[in-house]
């Protein structure tokens, strides 16, 4: 079966490690629906994160997402529905109120957990989307 309909989302710069895309764009005629992998802070040469401050992740983690939703002709308010994994619940509500600047258009649906570890060393939130924009 040929998979002509699905695009992958790579911005030049982006590094990844290991074997996935960072999105992915799929035509379902009159609209695109788009999956944006799990996005953590940016890395090092380590693969640490470039910051301890979860403040400064989140949002990092977002300009991250609106870089990729860009490259795929998409933007943050196109957003159905998103995924948080944090690692400590006790920052909620700094998450969540950066979480509501970002998402103030699009309101998707979400889910949000605390996980044990990320896969980058020092990463305390990592975020996946999925966006529906129309052609």
């Known amino acids: 079966m040929s998979k002509d309909f699905i695009k992958d989302i790579l911005p030049e710069d982006y590094r990844t490690r290991g074997s996935y895309t960072p999105a992915k764009k799929i035509d379902l005629g009159d609209h695109y629906l788009i999956f944006v992998s799990g996005i953590q802070a940016p890395k090092n040469d380590d693969h640490s994160v470039v910051t301890d401050d979860v403040e400064e992740q989140t949002k990092l983690v977002f300009e991250d997402i609106n870089k990729i939703l860009g490259q795929a002709d998409a933007s943050i308010d196109d957003v159905v529905k998103a995924?948080?994994?944090?690692?400590?619940?006790?920052?909620?509500?700094?998450?969540?109120?950066?979480?509501?600047?970002?998402?103030?258009?699009?309101?998707?649906?979400?889910?949000?957990?605390?996980a044990n570890r990320m896969t980058r060393d020092g990463a305390k939130i990592e975020i996946e989307v999925t966006a529906v924009v129309k052609k």
């Open 83 to 114: 995924v948080i994994y944090i690692t400590d619940m006790n920052d909620f509500d700094k998450i969540s109120a950066i979480r509501g600047e970002y998402f103030k258009n699009a309101m998707p649906v979400s889910t949000l957990i605390e």
